[in-house]
């Protein structure tokens, strides 16, 4: 693949033709683990129908496909969270690796432009800790959650972007 910067990364608005991607870029059963806090079951194509309806038919949602040189490969989402503005985003597995998570959160913070902002992630996800830093957030504090990909509760850090 060549280098990010000799392509072509864009967000644009989620459109219910963007879903059936989205339903397969869900499949890989390592990123569900690693990811956390998903779905139980990624194959329950009626529950990931159901979910995605639900943000699609939310107008306080912001919700962006990823593209890379016209392919989409993935999503970032803000989002309401125990009342606080926050992030989420999935990147295809096959992408990871290649900055394109760092530079697409670049890109949604630069529109998105609501501060503060938080994010909570798993706390063993070194790889999206360090794309949130690489975007201003900081870490400020933890909780445990239910994970449903890894059937058991997970430490969650809480972090947050001011400007």
Not at 23 to 43: C, G, I, L, N
Request: proline content about 4%.
């Amino acid at each position: 693949m060549e280098p990010l910067r000799a392509q072509s990364l864009a967000l644009r608005e989620v459109t219910e033709a963007d879903l059936p991607i989205f339903y397969r870029q869900q499949f890989d059963k390592s990123a569900h683990e690693m990811a956390a806090f998903t779905v139980k079951d990624p194959e329950d194509r009626d529950g990931f129908t159901d979910h995605w309806t639900r943000i699609l038919n939310n107008d306080s949602i912001v919700k962006k496909a990823i593209v890379l040189n016209g392919q989409i490969v993935g999503h970032v989402l803000c989002f309401e969270l125990f009342g606080l503005p926050t992030i989420g985003y999935w990147i295809d597995k096959s992408f990871w690796g290649k900055g394109i998570a760092t530079n697409a959160l670049t890109l949604f913070l630069e529109e998105l432009r609501t501060r503060p902002v938080y994010a909570r992630v798993a706390h063993d996800n070194i790889a999206s800790i360090r794309v949130l830093e690489k975007n201003g957030f900081q870490p400020i504090g933890v909780d445990r959650a239910f994970s449903e990909a890894r059937s058991e509760e997970v430490e969650e850090l809480i972090l947050i972007k001011h400007t």
